[in-house]
């Protein structure tokens, strides 16, 4: 099969090692790798695209617990089937071996920061710009155990499935073409992006930045989904304090 030489575009045979053009060695592997990669990432962000797409019109059209309960399913199912692409190198992402007592009192101490920073500052803005509030424990109220769902939507299904498609597949489909930097802020903005707020991309995409950034460091997914976990705990943990108070406050 003819392909073109990488280095001058000039057309070599598909089991040649060295162009005949400028002499430069053809790595086929690595080219096949990036161009799988490439069309992976775009895949991907396709799919989640118009999964949020749809999840917001059918919330917004009829939002009830069973419609809630199917979105979290699809987004799970779609998830495993990326991540089936590239199985033995996220499981390798389930290690300890890099954590130690200090990235771990930052996994701790950080979500805490983000966590009363993201709360005000984000419900500020709300009620300045939109004159509303979005406590999650009032859109779920009139479902039965609206604690156990709150936590199974915000503080489980994300953090365990989130950081797994993002930090995990996505991030090391990117790896195969882009350079650290440019995979950390890509997967960020795709992280942001499909959260489908605009408000909530001004905090999504630097978290997003950060959870990467731990990802690439460390080599694990354990520590981005401790931040994630604590960071969505407290901000529900603050919405049912005000709840409870009858203060509407934005999640």
Do not use: M
């Given at each position: 099969m003819d392909i073109p030489c990488p280095h001058c575009k000039k057309t070599v045979f598909s089991l040649d090692t060295y162009c005949g053009q400028c002499g430069k060695k053809i790595n086929l592997q690595k080219e096949k790798k990036e161009k799988s990669g490439l069309q992976l990432v775009i895949a991907f962000y396709l799919t989640y695209l118009v999964f949020a797409i749809v999840?917001?019109?059918?919330?917004?059209?009829?939002?009830?617990?069973?419609?809630?309960?199917?979105?979290?399913?699809?987004?799970?199912?779609?998830?495993?089937?990326?991540?089936?692409?590239?199985?033995?190198?996220?499981?390798?992402?389930?290690?300890?071996?890099?954590?130690?007592?200090?990235?771990?009192?930052?996994?701790?101490?950080?979500?805490?920061?983000?966590?009363?920073?993201?709360?005000?500052?984000?419900?500020?803005?709300?009620?300045?710009?939109?004159?509303?509030?979005?406590?999650?424990?009032?859109?779920?109220?009139?479902?039965?155990?609206?604690?156990?769902?709150?936590?199974?939507?915000?503080?489980?299904?994300?953090?365990?499935?989130?950081?797994l498609a993002f930090r995990g597949f996505l991030f090391n489909q990117l790896r195969a073409f882009a350079n650290v930097p440019v995979t950390i802020l890509a997967t960020a903005f795709i992280f942001a992006l499909i959260h489908f707020s605009l408000v909530s991309i001004l905090w999504i995409f630097p978290f997003g930045i950060v959870l990467g950034y731990l990802r690439y460091k460390y080599n694990t997914l354990w520590l981005g989904m401790i931040v994630h976990f604590i960071h969505n705990f407290l901000v529900v943990g603050m919405d049912y304090y005000y709840y409870q108070q009858d203060t509407f406050l934005v999640f």
């Open positions: 999840s917001f019109a059918l919330l917004t059209e009829s939002a009830s617990l069973i419609t809630e309960i199917a979105i979290e399913a699809v987004f799970i199912l779609l998830t495993i089937l990326f991540c089936l692409f590239d199985h033995e190198k996220i499981l390798a992402l389930y290690n300890w071996q890099r954590i130690n007592w200090k990235n771990l009192t930052f996994a701790f101490a950080f979500p805490v920061f983000s966590a009363i920073v993201v709360y005000y500052s984000v419900g500020w803005i709300n009620e300045l710009i939109f004159f509303d509030s979005n406590n999650v424990f009032y859109e779920y109220e009139e479902y039965d155990d609206t604690i156990f769902w709150v936590l199974i939507f915000y503080t489980v299904i994300p953090p365990i499935f989130e950081e």
